[in-house]
């Protein structure tokens, strides 16, 4: 497939720790980018995943990513609706919102991993569209409150479970940073102070910058001769995602 162009590796290093055999989770990757659950990017991961522990090998007569053709946005995303409109099939309630749920999830992820960049820390891949997409905003209210609005990917690439953490404004991994101060969020989609990414799988997570919410919150202030970065320091891995305010 990746000599055909089918799917495209970009450049992957191999790692000195290498695996012997093929994680269960890649092994549903398969069956899940076949019918649709996942994205083609996401489907990448894993098999980038098999060449840096060595479990596969790239020959050197395979040609360039550049050189091989892309599967068409439109036919893809035409595959994930059509998963979507299965779900109106399902007759009882919970069991077609689910389907639903993870439908559009499917969708979703599909663009934010096409149109996003990419940052690695550790097992997870985020990815970020940049402000003036979806979820993603920046403006300052009438009465000179700056609102930020950061919507994320974060793909998980290892065999375990990843819990990203954030339990209060005070606690959390997850902040904004202007070079000189730390800006705790305002709202969170954080869980009991968690959410979990299983294997070979995505999670969505919106984070807001404003008012000062107490709890060891801070109000968010925008300076436009500063640089902003959103900052990911987990204990598996940091990342500083430059948000190119305006």
Same mark, same amino acid.
């Given at each position: 497939?990746?000599?055909?162009?089918?799917?495209?590796?970009?450049?992957?290093?191999?790692? $000195?720790?290498?695996?012997?055999?093929?994680?269960?989770?890649?092994?549903?990757?398969?069956?899940?980018?076949? #019918?649709?659950?996942?994205? #083609?990017?996401?489907?990448?991961?894993?098999?980038? !995943?098999?060449?840096?522990?060595?479990?596969?090998?790239?020959?050197?007569?395979?040609?360039?990513?550049?050189?091989?053709?892309?599967?068409?946005?439109?036919?893809?995303?035409?595959?994930?609706?059509?998963?979507?409109?299965?779900?109106?099939?399902?007759?009882?309630?919970?069991?077609?919102?689910?389907?639903?749920?993870?439908?559009? !999830?499917?969708?979703? $992820?599909?663009?934010?991993?096409?149109?996003?960049?990419?940052?690695?820390?550790?097992?997870?891949?985020?990815?970020?569209?940049?402000?003036? =997409?979806?979820?993603?905003?920046? *403006?300052? =209210? *009438?009465?000179?409150?700056?609102?930020?609005?950061?919507?994320?990917?974060?793909?998980?690439?290892?065999?375990?479970?990843?819990? +990203? +953490?954030? =339990?209060?404004?005070?606690?959390?991994?997850?902040?904004?940073?202007?070079?000189?101060? $730390?800006?705790?969020?305002?709202? +969170?989609?954080? =869980?009991?102070?968690?959410?979990?990414?299983?294997?070979?799988?995505?999670?969505?997570?919106? +984070?807001?910058?404003?008012?000062?919410?107490?709890?060891?919150?801070?109000?968010?202030?925008?300076?436009?001769?500063?640089?902003?970065?959103?900052?990911?320091?987990?204990?598996?891995?940091?990342?500083?995602?430059?948000?190119?305010?305006?």
């Amino acid at each position: 497939m990746i000599k055909e162009g089918v799917i495209v590796i970009p450049p992957t290093d191999v790692s $000195a720790e290498k695996s012997q055999s093929v994680p269960d989770w890649i092994k549903n990757n398969a069956g899940w980018w076949a #019918d649709g659950t996942i994205t #083609d990017k996401e489907f990448v991961n894993g098999i980038q !995943h098999l060449i840096k522990t060595g479990v596969i090998s790239i020959s050197s007569e395979v040609k360039s990513s550049d050189s091989l053709p892309v599967a068409s946005d439109n036919s893809k995303i035409a595959s994930l609706e059509a998963e979507l409109e299965k779900c109106a099939d399902i007759k009882q309630a919970y069991p077609r919102l689910n389907c639903e749920k993870t439908a559009k !999830h499917a969708i979703e $992820a599909y663009q934010i991993i096409s149109n996003g960049q990419s940052y690695n820390a550790g097992p997870l891949i985020y990815y970020w569209t940049g402000l003036g =997409t979806e979820g993603n905003s920046f *403006e300052i =209210t *009438e009465s000179g409150q700056s609102i930020l609005s950061i919507r994320i990917l974060a793909f998980n690439t290892s065999t375990d479970n990843v819990s +990203m +953490m954030c =339990t209060g404004p005070a606690v959390c991994n997850y902040d904004v940073w202007n070079g000189d101060k $730390a800006f705790k969020y305002s709202g +969170m989609d954080f =869980t009991n102070g968690q959410i979990v990414v299983k294997p070979g799988t995505s999670e969505i997570f919106n +984070m807001l910058f404003g008012p000062n919410i107490g709890y060891g919150g801070t109000t968010f202030e925008y300076d436009a001769s500063k640089e902003y970065y959103f900052r990911i320091s987990e204990p598996y891995g940091k990342v500083s995602i430059p948000l190119e305010m305006p």
